[in-house]
Every structure is written in structure tokens, then in C-alpha cells.
T-cell receptor, first 114, second 113 residues
Framework: NAGVTQTPKFQVLKTGQSMTLQCAQDMNHEYMSWYRQDPGMGLRLIHY???????DQGEVPNGYNVSRSTTEDFPLRLLSAAPSQTSVYFC?????????????FGSGTRLTVV | ELKVEQNPLFLSMQEGKNYTIYCNYS?????LYWYRQDPGKSLESLFV?????AVKQEGRLMASLDTKARLSTLHITAAVHDLSATYFCAAAAQETSGSRLTFGEGTQLTVNP
């Protein structure tokens, strides 16, 4: 059982480049989310989805796009990378209402924008 | 807007001692999560607390939830070095049914021999 799989694990981008961070889960979870983690700031919600075809903005959505065409996949797109987007990105998934098990997090993508 | 505050942010303790990490949240929430993160690693789910008065224990860690006081605690009993990590609490505003989590800043715990 793979759980939540994120790719790539590491990425270096130049300012202005675009890229997609991939996230896939094999647990048939309805909820999926993207967070960024910066030193001393905990995790902040970027975008989230409560089911296929449904997405919404979180706390820090600017500069990022998402889509949820299938239950399994929830890619995060950086439209034009900026140094302020240097961070560690985590994808997470959960059953509806997060009963019992809470959210399962992927291993993270460490992104550096130069 | 839901805000979550943890204290202390840094905690250095000796092996064998007890201590409590506090997590306050600002608006009504019916679910509270505790996670552990080791350096350079992902988050590991520790506890999910879903009702007022909920108490869960796993090994040397015990978590509780008081929804009236908007407070959750993570109590560490007889700390050991292996518990050194950063601990996060997260809450979901009641109207979101758990779809959006707001995290505290994390408590960096160091257990010294």
C-alpha cells in the first residue's frame, strides 16, 4: 500500500519557470490538500479538494493552481516560480470528515527557486 | 478565521521528566489532530480527537480535548530521547467538516539524557 505519493522529492527552478508537483493516493480518500511548510510557520494550506471536480483555495493560494479530475490525483501547478515559493510542499489525503485516522501526508517535495 | 497557537514553541527536557504541550484554537472546532515530524521527514499522525473530553494515549504520549475551553494538550510522561521531534497540533473549523486544517507553529521538543 503506497499511501500518498509525491513526486519529485527535490526540485530546483529558475525564477519564472513553471512546473507541476504530482500527488497521488491509492486509499480512495475524498479529501486531498496541499500545504507548504516554511521555517517557524508551521504548515499553511494552499488549496484543497473535497472530491473529484471540486477544489477551493486555502490560506496562501496565490501563484498556484490545482485540479482534481480523478479521486486519486491532485497535482499542484506553479505558474511562474518566485523565490518566495521556496519551501517544502506536502500533499495530504483523508476520508470524509477524517474519522479515526486523520490525514495521511506524502513524503514532501523540497523546492528551491533561484 | 481559525487560528491555532501552540506553546511552548521550544521545549528542552531531561529524560524521565513529564511535560505538557498546549494547543489553543480561536473558533469552534469539533476535531483536533496531533502530528509528529522528525527533521527532514513527513508528518506522522499521532492522535485524532473528535469530541469534548476525548482522551487518547499511546505509549508515553496522552492527548486530550476540551472544546469548551478550545484547548488541547499533549502530555509527555517520563520522556525518552526517542521522543525528540517537532509536534504539531491542527484544528478544523466546525463548518468545514474536517476538509481544511489549520496548523499551529509546532513545538520543537528536545529530550536530553
Amino acid at each position: 500500500n503506497a499511501g500518498v505519493t509525491q513526486t519529485p522529492k527535490f526540485q530546483v527552478l529558475k525564477t519564472g519557470q513553471s512546473m507541476t508537483l504530482q500527488c497521488a493516493q491509492d486509499m480512495n480518500h475524498e479529501y486531498m490538500s496541499w500545504y507548504r511548510q516554511d521555517p517557524g510557520m508551521g504548515l499553511r494550506l494552499i488549496h484543497y479538494s473535497v472530491g473529484a471536480g471540486i477544489t477551493d483555495q486555502g490560506e496562501v493560494p496565490n501563484g498556484y493552481n490545482v485540479s482534481r479530475s480523478t479521486t486519486e490525483d491532485f497535482p499542484l501547478r506553479l505558474l511562474s516560480a518566485a523565490p518566495s515559493q521556496t519551501s517544502v510542499y506536502f500533499c495530504a489525503s483523508s476520508y470524509f470528515a477524517g474519522f479515526a485516522d486523520g490525514y495521511t501526508f506524502g513524503s514532501g517535495t523540497r523546492l528551491t527557486v533561484v | 478565521e481559525l487560528k491555532v497557537e501552540q506553546n511552548p514553541l521550544f521545549l528542552s527536557m531531561q529524560e524521565g521528566k513529564n511535560y505538557t504541550i498546549y494547543c489553543n484554537y480561536s473558533t469552534t472546532s469539533d476535531r483536533l489532530y496531533w502530528y509528529r515530524q522528525d527533521p527532514g521527514k513527513s508528518l506522522e499522525s499521532l492522535f485524532v480527537l473528535l469530541s469534548n473530553g476525548a482522551v487518547k494515549q499511546e505509549g508515553r504520549l496522552m492527548a486530550s480535548l476540551d472544546t469548551k475551553a478550545r484547548l488541547s494538550t499533549l502530555h509527555i510522561t517520563a520522556a525518552v530521547h526517542d521522543l525528540s521531534a517537532t509536534y504539531f497540533c491542527a484544528a478544523a473549523a466546525q463548518e468545514t467538516s474536517g476538509s481544511r486544517l489549520t496548523f499551529g507553529e509546532g513545538t520543537q521538543l528536545t529530550v536530553n539524557p
